[in-house]
T-cell receptor
Framework: QKEVEQDPGPLSVPEGAIVSLNCTYS??????FMWYRQYSRKGPELLMY????GNKEDGRFTAQVDKSSKYISLFIRDSQPSDSATYLC???????????FGEGTQLTVNP | SAVISQKPSRDICQRGTSLTIQCQVD?????MFWYRQQPGQSLTLIAT?????????ESGFVIDKFPISRPNLTFSTLTVSNMSPEDSSIYLC????????????FGPGTRLLVL
């Protein structure tokens, strides 16, 4: 079993839709949770990070962590064509620097 | 954050040859990482490169195949040796700024195609 499982997609939505991207994990030692956005032919770009459980909002993006269910989500409101990219979840234990990534979800927002 | 550049951005190589990828950072960082991203897949950590010490390789990756140099706090190289078509991938360097959240910042990647 993989430590991190991510909804594979691909996901195609109309402009303005609310998008939900999700990951589950099995390692209860994960404490830091990140979302990276990767445009085609580019390196991953850090989008958001959260520590432990709870929500974090940044503009149209909301990251949610439910440690009891070992489940994290990224919500995108009022999605735009410029949001079209692959989204990767990543997680880290308290100690060390090693990140464990999900497989990525490819999102297309259609005008 | 930091500005990270990689050279080359892409290359097409023949089987059996080697390619060295350079990663340059605009600030001094202790920890740098090298990842591989195979087509349609997520990122796999190859090794951690700390300045002043030998690189630490993940399971499945060995120094003879992926030698790494880290001569100073702003630069690192990854060599892909004796390449085969299975090495066709995107190779990414990243850095850790030492913040408690553990976030890493990635370079733009080097797209490698081995024929």
């Amino acid at each position: 079993q993989k430590e991190v499982e991510q909804d594979p997609g691909p996901l195609s939505v109309p402009e303005g839709a609310i998008v939900s991207l999700n990951c589950t994990y099995s390692n209860s030692a994960f404490q830091y949770f990140m979302w990276y956005r990767q445009y085609s032919r580019k390196g991953p770009e850090l989008l958001m990070y959260t520590y432990s459980s709870g929500n974090k909002e940044d503009g149209r993006f909301t990251a949610q962590v439910d440690k009891s269910s070992k489940y994290i989500s990224l919500f995108i409101r009022d999605s735009q064509p410029s949001d079209s990219a692959t989204y990767l979840c990543a997680m880290k234990e308290t100690s060390g620097s090693r990140l464990t990534f999900g497989e990525g979800t490819q999102l297309t927002v259609n005008p | 954050s930091a500005v990270i550049s990689q050279k080359p951005s892409r290359d097409i190589c023949q089987r059996g040859t080697s390619l060295t990828i350079q990663c340059q950072v605009d600030s001094q960082v202790t920890m740098m990482f090298w990842y591989r991203q195979q087509p349609g897949q997520s990122l796999t950590l190859i090794a951690t490169a700390n300045q002043g010490s030998e690189a630490t390789y993940e399971s499945g990756f060995v120094i003879d195949k992926f030698p790494i140099s880290r001569p100073n706090l702003t630069f690192s190289t990854l060599t892909v040796s004796n390449m085969s078509p299975e090495d066709s991938s995107i190779y990414l360097c990243s850095l850790f700024l030492g913040t408690g959240d553990g976030t890493q910042y990635f370079g733009p990647g080097t797209r490698l195609l081995v024929l």
